[in-house]
């Protein structure tokens, strides 16, 4: 029996219908909410020199949090399809202020794993829920809603390392406790939010299920489509834990540089990563995911390969380039499978950001585990391949065309 997939009308609603105020806060908490997380990994050169920690034990904190995360996003996001919960992101933020606050009055490693996996936990209650809920504020503009959701999370990660660097570097681990002011913050605002979607959700649910052409795809076709995007969600995400993770330790074994410039060189590259994020989806809109995919896990091939043997000049430069490349993949990836799979936004939502995360924190351990084996220098020129994955693109059905072709045919 053939699974019924989507693509956009060319009468797709007008941009008017997309509620920005909505798409704003749920952007603003996600910055908010990422900011928080990527204090852990910029904190992880004192955690190493505090704990005496190997590079394989850093990894496992990023997994602790990572997994926490993977493992439940899937079934929050089809719980929620089926039974919304307007103010579950809210409750989510509130986990997450709980484990940065166990992060900051923690004495021991374990406690360190514990925390994290906390805060992977209110991960994942908030990334699908609002995911979901920026798509039903799109107002048919689902990539642009997607990039502008995700893009907060991008400059979130991106201003972590900077605050981490200014902050909590020169006053210690305990500082990290003044960044539950922000999460307080962002449950406000997500309760405005649950407070839209409780009085607007079920009528755009319904709404949006009428502005759809349908196209058919067997089960089959479905499944190898989505098998194609888990093995470049693997590609994007094992890489990029390749550089957010190790980036620092990268610079500072290879070029001498210190922890602080290293934080600052981070935050760099997260600014590209952010960059790259926004434009990912509104260029989906216009061209076809498809073709953004491809030019997104492809087009950074020739970069990847030759960040191992560049200077530290040449190393930023082209850190920027793949952050900004690579990034735009992710937005189009989750808005294709939504569209192959319809009425499951949540769902999966929560399974891609799940594999983001998950694949990222496994990635991390591993690379961890080879970088004590071998060198840090050594994971960068393996990761370099990752990339290359991105041919098995060629399988994706074409399932949407671009809005100018759909114009054309209007």
């Known amino acids: 029996m053939p699974i019924v997939t ?62 926490t995360a993977s493992l439940l996003q899937p079934l929050v996001g089809m719980y929620t399809d089926r039974r919304p919960l307007p103010y579950s992101a809210a409750i989510g933020m509130g986990m997450t202020v709980i484990g940065l606050g166990m992060i900051a009055t923690a004495n021991s490693y374990p406690l360190l794993l514990a925390a994290a996996a906390f805060v992977g936990i209110g991960s994942s209650i908030f990334h699908p829920e609002s995911s979901r809920i920026a798509r039903l504020a799109s ?27 200014l902050i909590i570097l020169p006053h210690g681990q305990k500082s990290v406790a003044w960044f539950m002011a922000a999460g307080i913050v962002a449950m406000g605002l997500l309760t405005f939010v649950g407070r839209w979607y409780a009085t607007h959700g079920r009528t755009r649910v319904s709404a949006t299920s009428k502005r759809h052409k349908v196209a058919h795809l067997s089960r089959n076709r479905v499944i190898l489509s989505i098998a194609v995007l888990v093995a470049l969600v693997f590609s994007k995400f ?20 210190s922890v602080h410039g290293s934080q600052l060189y981070l935050f760099v590259f997260l600014a590209a990563v952010a960059a790259g994020t926004f434009l990912g989806g509104p260029l989906g809109d216009y061209f076809g995911r498809k073709y953004v995919i491809w030019f997104s896990i492809l087009g950074t091939v020739p970069f990847t390969l030759a960040l191992p043997y560049a200077n530290l000049e040449w190393t ?15 937005s189009a990836i989750v808005v294709y499978a939504q569209e192959l799979v319809p009425g499951r936004p949540g769902m999966i939502a929560g399974l891609f950001f799940g ?17 004590d084996w071998t060198s840090i220098g050594y994971v960068f020129k393996l990761c370099s391949f990752l990339p290359l994955i991105g041919l098995v693109t060629w399988f994706l059905p074409n399932i949407e065309g671009s809005r100018s072709q759909a114009k054309a045919a209007a």
């Open 6 to 67: 989507t693509a956009e009308n060319a009468d797709a609603p007008s941009h008017h219908d997309t509620v920005i105020a909505v798409l704003s806060a749920l952007s603003l908490c996600h910055l908010l909410n990422d900011m928080m997380q990527a204090l852990l990994p910029s904190i992880y050169p004192i955690l190493k020199d505090s704990y005496h920690l190997d590079f394989g034990q850093i990894g496992f904190i990023t997994l602790a949090f990572q997994l």
């Open 139 to 165: 107002g048919g503009r689902h990539g642009f809603a997607q990039s502008l959701f995700q893009v907060g999370g991008n400059v979130g990660s991106a201003i972590g390392p900077l605050l981490a660097a």
């Open 238 to 257: 094992v890489y990029m834990a390749s550089l957010g993770n190790y980036l620092t330790f990268y610079l500072i074994e290879t070029f001498g540089v």
């Open 316 to 330: 930023l430069v082209l850190a920027i380039i793949i952050g900004l490349i690579l990034s735009s993949a992710f």
């Open 355 to 371: 594999l983001a995360f998950g694949m990222g924190g496994l990635g991390a351990a591993i690379l961890g585990e080879i970088a």
